[in-house]
T-cell receptor, first 117, second 108 residues
Framework: DGGITQSPKYLFRKEGQNVTLSCEQN?????MYWYRQDPGQGLRLIYY???????QKGDIAEGYSVSREKKESFPLTVTSAQKNPTAFYLC????????????????FGEGSRLTVL | QKEVEQDPGPLSVPEGAIVSLNCTYS??????FMWYRQYSRKGPELLMY????GNKEDGRFTAQVDKSSKYISLFIRDSQPSDSATYLC????????FGSGTRLSIRP
């Protein structure tokens, strides 16, 4: 089945450690995204990528890094510089509409819950 | 001011009631309007998708967009306990902006 796979589903990290969250899609979508979700705050965009080997910072990129070496994969690294990393992280993908505008139709993974001990 | 404002709820209604969920937005450049449903501990899933103003119906769900007042609505008819979830509105032009979500509970 086509979809987005995120792993791990749950992750515990000690302070000062970097962790990498995996996101793979087999939908042949050009665009991929990472969102962070905290209670009562909705989804906040961390990074997004519209094509391979290119990505842009979202609204809360500080303390995070990404790579897009393959169309199917968009891993997110939560670095020790992220002050408050405990959150629910969501990866998504979409097609890119005409004139480069994003159509807004996102397909999400099941999420990864990161807890810093 | 947030670009998309949404009442966080929670909203609790009895089974069978009509539910109205609403959002307002500030940027007239937004072209696409979406509603996502998110069950607890899951990723959001696209529920309704519209382009520009007007109504769109899908079964018990109706999405309504009024671009003149920058108002987005989702109506759920004959609500069911399985509709209990958080509902997120979203809009996009060059990027996608989400509301904070409304937590909805349908009481049997």
């Amino acid at each position: 089945d086509g979809g987005i796979t995120q792993s791990p589903k749950y992750l515990f990290r000690k302070e000062g450690q970097n962790v990498t969250l995996s996101c793979e899609q087999n939908l042949n979508h050009d665009a991929m995204y990472w969102y962070r979700q905290d209670p009562g705050q909705g989804l906040r965009l961390i990074y997004y990528s519209q094509i391979v080997n290119d990505f842009q910072k979202g609204d809360i990129a500080e303390g995070y890094s990404v790579s897009r070496e393959k169309k199917e994969s968009f891993p997110l690294t939560v670095t020790s510089a992220q002050k408050n990393p405990t959150a629910f992280y969501l990866c998504a993908s979409s097609i890119v509409g005409l004139e480069g505008a994003l159509t807004g139709e996102l397909f999400f993974g099941e999420g990864s819950r990161l807890t810093v001990l | 001011q947030k670009e998309v404002e949404q009442d966080p709820g929670p909203l609790s209604v009895p089974e069978g009631a009509i539910v109205s969920l609403n959002c307002t937005y500030s940027n007239s450049a937004f072209q696409y309007f979406m509603w996502y449903r998110q069950y607890s501990r899951k990723g959001p899933e696209l529920l309704m998708y519209t382009y520009s103003s007007g109504n769109k119906e899908d079964g018990r769900f109706t999405a309504q967009v009024d671009k003149s007042s920058k108002y987005i609505s989702l109506f759920i008819r004959d609500s069911q306990p399985s509709d209990s979830a958080t509902y997120l509105c979203a809009t996009s032009a060059s990027k996608i902006i989400f509301g904070s979500g409304t937590r909805l509970s349908i009481r049997p």
